[in-house]
């Protein structure tokens, strides 16, 4: 395949009617079957630049992939459709066992789009039957932070109420927090690499690369979420001190308000409301430090799991941080 250099300049020139023109890289143009008359598509993009494109006229054709059964399947799969492959054949040798046919079924079922279409002795096929157009990153990201806020705040709730119940719902609701995260993961390597897309949803490369960094920072938190959730269940029941619930139920609404205005600060790129999440720092370590102190009087048996709970809620305001300073 012929390539062109980085960074190849070219001239501007006119003609005695004023039109401006520049020639297209031989190599290139031969490379795309242009000839003399050939049509091509000019797209001027939100930053200034001009796109040429060579088959603005014909479909674009899905992108597929070939795996073979193996050990690491599963996570093959996932990783084959974070970058962006419409179609991916599962083929084997001989017989797809039950055991391989199961993992691709738990599999597809964590990802949102992907479906069996076709399933046979020894091949399955997925497709991926979304429409990139149709799913704009901030609008997966705020349906995400909405089910990653519910579990952080029912997640400190579980904790101080000893609700067990609670606990398992927050690590239940875990699975479609991924599902979001994975798919959120898969549009924007989309959009990068199709320019016309980019300015479709209005978002540039740029863009993108923060939009990743957010979603895994949401991400995380759920997990940290997920963490206090499993602390609750240690704990079997037990309930902690009042001066302990207060100190975690105070310690849970500094961290929820911290993760609601981060998320907030990034898309609307207010840079006040970041720098109030920032400002919020010597309070969580004012709280955390007192339930420190207070642990330290709880039977042995309770003591780890609240030190480790309250860390983990600590840990969503520092997760929270990182977000606001995507702003800047």
Known sequence: MVKLIMGELRKVQRTPTGTYFVCLPRAWAEQHGLKKGALVSLDETGDGKLL??????????PRVTTLAPGPF??????????????????????????????????????????EIIEETYSQIILQCLLEPSGFPPEKILRRSYAI?????????????????????????????????YFLLVRILRTIIQNPRLSEKLGITAIDCLDYRLAAS????????????????????????SEELRKLLVSLQVVCYDAHEQAVKAFVSKDIAVAENVRNMHEKVETIFSCIENVAKNQPVEVMPQILAASSFLRLVYEYSVDLADLVV
């Open 217 to 240: 920072l949401v991400e995380a938190m759920g997990d940290a979420s997920v963490q206090v959730a499993a602390k609750t269940l240690e704990l079997n029941g037990v309930k902690v």
């Open 52 to 61: 040429i494109d060579t088959k603005y006229d014909t479909e674009q054709l």
């Open 148 to 180: 990653v806020a519910g579990m952080n705040r029912d997640g400190a709730n579980s904790l101080v109420d000893g609700d067990l119940a609670l606990a398992r719902s927050v690590i239940a609701r875990d699975d479609e927090s991924n599902r979001l």
């Open 73 to 114: 399947l599963g996570r093959e799969i996932v990783g084959r459709y974070l970058l962006g492959f419409d179609i991916i054949r599962i083929e084997a040798k001989k017989c797809i066992d039950s055991d391989v046919r199961n993992t691709v079924k738990t599999t597809v079922g964590s990802l949102i789009g992907l």
